[in-house]
């Protein structure tokens, strides 16, 4: 017989944190703890409000469902909440956990067994022109040797002026540049930014134009002298036949997968298989998790077959994560064996 119970942890930011959807200065994720005898899982349910496509008001009521009927298969939680992606992948932590040796060793790899760094971007949040100056100089100096940099919210040429200053002194072949967008473009000019960004050299473009637009993305796709990647684009997007129509209608040169989005590690296999029939790249990024939900994220990418940069550095963005053996260092993801999870600040969120 297993028992399961959730609650709710707010994430405070170090510093606020600029996207195109506003200035994030809390995180709100929810933990799902399951047990069977003296065993014990752990699984993150990652909503991420504004964005998530089960953002909703009957969001932790659907929770307390999962928690009611924890006992049925997993095959059935997960269809049960196919329409809550952050759910599901909260589900699939947690029963992995549960029947590991270690709670937190979800997938074997050489990321836990050997410490083997993944390589990760450093990420440049949107701000001030100074802010961002700064972001750029931190993440050179901490060993980044790939760089992604939110734009939309300065002006597109301060913005370029930027990019340009770190290809002043770093060219392609020693610093790869990503930019997302999060949908900031407008259609009909996207082209012609686009233009001003293939002579910076830049590895790709996340969701140039807002999602649902798929003649126009398709036409950037087609056309774009930078590679496109797909992102907000895949959220939502639930059945086979539907992703495999967009990928198909858009052909865009990357996916971008983000679990807690997109229905766990099964959603994001669906997506990778339609993409390897294409020939379309892809590549694993968080989406402001805890430590819960990044070590399975990492743990899990460990095992795939992807030689590029990860989108995995966020865990320390937080003041009050949950301690645990993920570090950063040099622009790679390590999990840290001698280090210990804090166990106790993680259940104390079930009995306060």
Known sequence: MIRAKFAKLLLDFHRASGTSRGVLRQKETFILRIQRGDEIGYGECNLFRGLSTDDCPEYESKLQWVCDNINLELAELLR????????????????????????????????????????????????????????????????????????????????????????????????????????????????????????????????????????????????SPIPIALDEELIGVFHERDKRELLESIRPQYIILKPALVGGFHGSLSWMRIADDLGIKYWITSALESNIGLNAIAQWTATLDINLPQGLGTGSLFKNNINSPLEVEKGYLYYDSKKDWDLSKLENLFYE
């Open 80 to 223: 049960e909440t196919m329409f809550f992606p952050s759910i599901q992948f909260g589900l699939e932590q947690a029963f992995l956990s549960l029947n590991s040796a270690n709670p937190f060793h979800l997938f074997s790899s050489t990321f836990v067994s050997d410490q083997k760094g993944i390589a990760i971007n450093g990420l440049i949040w949107m701000g001030t022109e100074e802010f961002m100056l700064e972001e750029i100089k931190s993440k050179l100096g901490k060993g980044f040797d790939t760089l992604k940099m939110k734009i939309g919210a300065i002006d597109f040429e301060t913005e370029v002026e930027l990019l340009r200053a770190i290809r002043k002194d770093f060219d392609s072949e020693t610093i790869t540049l990503r930019v997302d967008a999060n949908g900031g473009f407008k259609a009909e000019n996207a082209l012609a930014k686009l233009e001003v960004l293939k002579e910076l050299d830049i590895h790709s473009i996340e969701q140039p134009i807002a999602k649902g637009e798929w003649s126009s993305m398709a036409e950037l796709a087609g056309n």
